[in-house]
């Protein structure tokens, strides 16, 4: 064998072993039902002159993005539409105070496509891609030569279109310039905007630089296209056990697998080894990039807390376990039974105490929180504070005691450690920066946006937002599975019009729950009822339907929200659907406008 084929050889077994040790850690999906709600507005009609030409331009710009196959690394297309018209003024002049005007009007309709490349490091733009019309409408003069005025209008009338189309390839290519400026502010807004949502779906793309894992992208165009980002570790070699399934896959416009390894890996580097006080504690606990994993954690913290601190154990300060429908978290870390033996009078936090040469010692504890996953949230179910008990002051103090030999034998007894007063100061601590339920990260987000400048500055309207809201939740085997649908401003809690043929749809608004879960015009709606409840018939009236639909939207859980319909199509063939209604209290609008300041100074 020659050194080329010993490298070739070599090179497949790395990239194969390579290939056997990738562990899979996460997955986030974002669908293109969503991607093709987004939308953004703006346009250019503010006067200005150009070669002593005053232009008035009247041209409305949308951009909408579009998800492209790509299965390394993923894509997308920004589609810019302009749309409008154009006027220019230009004067003749003949003598010192007599002149002739000319107006030009133009129609203008441009097509762009701005490519985008999603890697680690965010939207990268690509290649242009354009098509331009511009259209003369029309061409009049005026002039203020009074008593020649009809003259000289018929004289100028005769001579306009053929100054006009010397200069129009000039006015069209400046025209051309001044919208290809307006594309590129389109897209780079609509950019922005797009990146901002990212952010806010995906921990991944907010926090990238944070994750020591390899990232994979993959997009895919059509009716059941996505975004697709997995994470993988490349040095974790253990096999994972299968991703929990969603249910109402139909619904879902973004889903979130990860496993607790992921959680584990992410924290465990802040807390080995480290002591901590709550408030240190909360910031990796309840930082931005977890709480858009799972938020546990109390919007108030009480500077109460602050006279506890934990001294994390270096090998397993910190777990995650997703198991049985439970998500529960264990901190273990170790209690200080003296005074650490130190020269220095002030003990730095975050220190690693194998450093310092503290002489005390100390005894291990386990905080375990748990929570119970039931209707799209997850309770708190179970707080305990124990104590380990150990066989030896070695096992106990570790390298933290230097006479630990002389000790070692001795048994921890039953309670060495806490006496009530110490293990209740540890419990109120805790209990005060968990909260009573985990947000699954619901966030809402301006769909359709409109951008307008003015002499005060610019302007950023929502037009349309919508939130996402957790509907399937599960955690299975050591997998936190959380799939959310999307409700819009624009939507009703279903989305059906009826007409004058009972339960007859008439039509349906794009991008409700009827319009996911396959309703058409000319289904047949034949009876309704809760998921648990008794079925009712439509009947020939629709009032009792609506007033099912109003009630049951009303509801606070997803489970609740969840009505089953039963009917026929325009064919006749029979149809048992599933549906989660949109929420009727939600100020999509409102809450997206919480988050729009960011947006807004891109």
């Known amino acids: 064998m020659n050194s080329k084929s010993i490298r070739t050889f070599w090179n497949a077994l790395f990239l194969l072993l390579c290939s056997v040790s990738l562990a899979d850690l996460g997955e986030f999906t974002i669908s293109e039902k969503l ?84 890697s680690k490091n965010g939207l990268n733009t690509g290649q242009v891609s354009s098509q331009v019309q511009i259209n003369v409408n029309n061409i009049s003069v005026s002039n203020n030569f009074r008593l020649l005025n009809g ?71 059509g009716a059941k296209g996505q975004i697709k980002f997995e994470v993988v570790d490349i040095k974790n070699e253990n096999q994972k056990s299968p991703k929990p399934k969603f249910a109402n896959t139909e619904q879902l416009m973004a889903t979130g697998v990860i496993h607790q390894d992921l959680l584990i890996q992410l924290t465990k580097a802040e807390l080995a080894g480290k002591e901590l006080k709550i408030s240190q504690l909360k910031q990796v606990l309840c930082s931005p990039q977890m709480r858009k994993f799972m938020d546990f954690c109390k919007l108030e913290f009480l500077s109460s807390a602050e006279s506890i601190s934990l001294l994390f154990d270096k090998e397993k300060p910190i777990e995650f376990v997703f198991e049985n429908g439970n998500v529960t978290l264990k901190l273990n870390a170790a209690y200080r039974k003296t005074v650490p033996k130190t020269d220095e009078n002030d003990q730095p936090l975050l220190n690693s105490p194998d450093q310092n040469q503290s002489q005390f010692e100390t005894v291990p504890y386990q905080i375990e929180v748990k929570y119970k996953v039931q209707n799209g949230s997850a309770k708190l179910e179970k707080f305990t504070v124990t104590e380990k008990v150990l066989t030896n002051t070695s096992e106990a103090s570790g390298k933290h005691s230097e006479d630990s030999k002389e000790k070692k034998g001795r048994p921890w007894t039953l309670g060495g450690l806490f006496n009530p007063l110490i293990k209740g100061s540890i419990q109120n601590a805790f209990k005060k920066l968990f909260a009573e339920e985990i947000d699954f990260h619901s966030a809402s987000i301006p769909t359709k946006v409109k951008i307008s400048e003015n002499s005060t500055g610019v302007q950023t309207d929502i037009l349309e937002a919508g939130s996402f809201l957790p509907v399937d939740v599960k955690a299975e085997n050591g997998w936190l599975a959380v799939g959310s649908t999307f409700c819009s401003s624009s ?30 015009p000319g289904d047949r709606i034949e009876t309704f009822n809760e998921v648990e409840g008794r079925s009712m018939a439509f009947g020939e009236n629709p009032n009792s339907f609506i007033k099912f639909i109003g009630e049951r939207s009303s509801q606070k859980t997803s489970n609740d929200r969840k ?34 300041a960011q947006f807004k100074h891109n």
């Open 35 to 118: 991607v093709r709600q987004i939308e953004m507005q703006t346009s250019q009609n503010q006067p200005f002159y150009k070669k002593g030409r005053l232009i008035e331009p009247n041209i409305n710009i949308r951009v909408t993005p579009e998800i492209v196959d790509a299965e390394s690394g993923g894509e997308l297309n920004l589609n810019v539409n302009l749309q409008g018209n154009s006027r220019a003024h230009s004067v003749t002049q003949v003598t010192r105070n007599r002149n002739v005007q000319a107006v030009v009007d133009s129609e203008v309709r441009a097509n762009f496509q701005q490519k985008l490349k999603i």
């Open 151 to 221: 003259v000289v209008n018929r004289k100028a009338k005769k001579q306009a279109p053929g100054q006009i189309a010397k200069e129009l390839r000039q006015e069209k290519a400046e025209l051309e310039q001044q919208i290809a400026s307006e594309m590129q502010r389109g897209t780079s807004k609509a950019k922005n905007l797009f990146d901002s949502m990212m952010a806010t779906i995906n921990p991944i793309i907010a926090d990238k630089d944070k994750y020591p894992f390899e990232t994979k992208l993959s997009t895919k165009a």
């Open 491 to 520: 939507n009703k809690a279903l989305g059906v019009s009826f007409s004058e043929v009972a339960g007859t749809i008439q039509s349906v608004e794009r991008g409700s729950p009827a319009d996911l879960t396959g309703f058409q």
């Open 563 to 596: 009505v089953i319909i039963k009917g026929r199509d325009s064919t006749g063939k029979t149809f048992n659907r599933v549906v989660i209604l949109c929420p009727s209290y939600l100020n999509h609008k409102e809450q997206a406008a919480k988050g729009l």
